[in-house]
């Protein structure tokens, strides 16, 4: 998908269509999530601090991420998908593989490209938006394909031009080369996939290791064999929160702690899964990551026993100094629950002791993070409301006691701006309206 979740903004809220709009934490140390094509204009792009987008684009619209409201569309775009193949492979909420010869929905060249291009029509009629389509005989070519295509595009990689097309991009278009292989790579010489094919296998296993030069040099021949995975096992459910201003108080760290397990739970639960071990994460004021661990002797989706092991484990972290990030996670998966829980936390508690390690990678389960100074407000920039005599609308802005209001529809015209008191009992959260779907036409079939 391109843009997802500013376009999927946009297309919500028919005042920003056109419009630079960039989502993200909105607190001091907020990072953009998705920066709308209008807005990348100005330099703006993921993972960009919130408070350097805001000096690039100062006009934009920044708002909070509604994630709810993305999957519901994400569901949408994969059963599109899943008509196409049983072999789907979800990347992310907006980015999937789709084994198409398995479902017998191409078996040549011309086919994948009219599946393609069905495909995006498709997807525009259900949700609104526009998708990117990469066609090509592996994962790896397929990826790069769909980077090309965007946005609101399709290209197709024709068998035999694999290698052609990959020599001269740079090393870094490669899966694997990250910042730090990358520099590592170039003080060798090598900044194309070219010089990386030309290095050999050899010289690649002696500059990044066993494991990766293989693969690396497998992937600089056009190399890919890793099939597509229709159901990729989570390993661990996670949530956290980063505090505009650090944390000191040791009473409230730990109030934040029980909260964060309650979130980690219902989202265990909503997953249908439970977990053995107990995580805790903490990152401090000089942006050193603690990770707590306590394992018990079988999962569990109980908040208090997840709340009792997250309060012990943060008995051994010391605080002093203050807490930027607070985060608590479950791992060791399971689709079923072990009785009897609170006594063998307690078990464990004695057995496991805490574990401390460094800072791991991020859960297979995306982490929805949300500064913790505005999870508390009831009004959030971006977020629905309604109003007893305005109808439905979404909040621009609050702050000293008011709030500002843009009411519109996603099949209306750009709504008027009003504001009321926070209080105004007038006034109350709203779930986001769906984008006015439509039923796509029967894709044509070539016997």
């Known amino acids: 998908m391109?843009?997802?979740?500013?376009s999927a903004e946009q297309a919500s809220k028919p005042s920003l269509r056109g419009k630079a709009v960039i989502v993200g934490g909105l607190g001091p140390r907020?990072?953009?999530?998705?920066?709308s094509y209008e807005a990348r204009v100005f330099g703006v792009h993921s993972a960009m601090p919130m408070a350097?987008?805001?000096r690039l684009a100062p006009n934009a619209a920044y708002l909070v991420p509604r994630f709810g409201f993305?999957?519901?569309?994400?569901e949408q775009v994969m059963g599109l998908l899943r008509t196409l193949?049983?072999?789907?492979?979800?990347?992310?909420?907006?980015e999937a593989f789709v084994d198409l010869e398995a479902g017998g929905?191409?078996?040549d060249e011309e086919s994948a490209r009219l599946t393609g291009v069905r495909l995006r029509v498709?997807?525009?009629?259900?949700?609104?938006l526009t998708g990117s389509v990469g066609l090509a005989a592996s994962k790896m070519l397929a990826k790069i394909a769909s980077e090309q295509a965007k946005p609101d595009g399709l290209v197709l990689i024709r068998p035999g031009t694999e290698r052609a097309l990959l020599g001269p991009m740079p090393a870094r278009t490669l899966p694997g080369v990250g910042p730090a292989t990358g520099d590592h790579l170039r003080r060798a010489g090598i900044t194309t996939v070219d010089e990386i094919a030309e290095a050999g296998e050899d010289e690649l296993v002696r500059l990044l290791g066993k494991a990766h030069g293989h693969a690396l040099y497998a992937m600089a021949l056009a190399h890919d064999d890793r099939p597509v995975v229709a159901e990729r096992e989570a390993k661990s459910v996670s949530v956290e929160d980063t505090y505009d201003v650090d944390i000191h108080d040791r009473v409230r760290i730990g109030l934040e702690v029980q909260r964060l397990a309650d979130r980690c739970v219902r989202r265990l639960r909503d997953a249908g899964l439970s977990g053995r071990t107990i995580v805790l994460k903490v990152r401090r004021y000089d942006f050193s990551t603690l990770t707590r661990s306590e394992t018990l002797r079988g999962p569990t989706d109980d908040p208090a026993v997840v709340r009792e092991a997250a309060a012990r484990l943060l008995e051994s972290v010391d605080t002093t100094g203050g807490v930027r990030l607070l985060g608590v996670g479950v791992s060791g998966l399971a689709d079923y629950t072990q009785e009897d829980l609170f006594a063998q936390a307690q078990l464990a508690a004695g057995e496991a002791g805490a574990e401390q390690h460094p800072e791991t990678e991020?859960?297979?389960?995306?982490?929805?993070?949300e500064p913790a100074a505005q999870a508390g407000h009831l009004w959030r920039a971006g977020h629905d409301v309604r109003h007893t005599e305005y109808g439905h609308g979404w909040v621009q802005g609050s702050g000293l006691g008011r709030v500002t209001v843009r009411f519109e529809t996603p099949d209306s015209e750009p709504g008027r701006v009003r504001t009321f008191r926070t209080d105004d009992p007038r006034l109350e959260p709203a779930d986001p309206l769906p984008l006015v779907p439509r039923r796509p036409e029967a894709s044509p079939r070539t016997a």
Do not use: H, N
């Open 2 to 6: 391109d843009a997802f979740y500013a």
């Open 30 to 35: 907020g990072v953009v999530a998705t920066a």
């Open 52 to 54: 350097q987008a805001r």
């Open 70 to 74: 993305y999957r519901e569309i994400s």
């Open 85 to 94: 193949s049983p072999l789907v492979e979800p990347l992310s909420l907006d």
């Open 105 to 107: 929905a191409a078996w």
């Open 122 to 128: 498709d997807i525009r009629a259900v949700t609104g």
């Open 362 to 369: 991020r859960a297979d389960v995306p982490v929805e993070e």
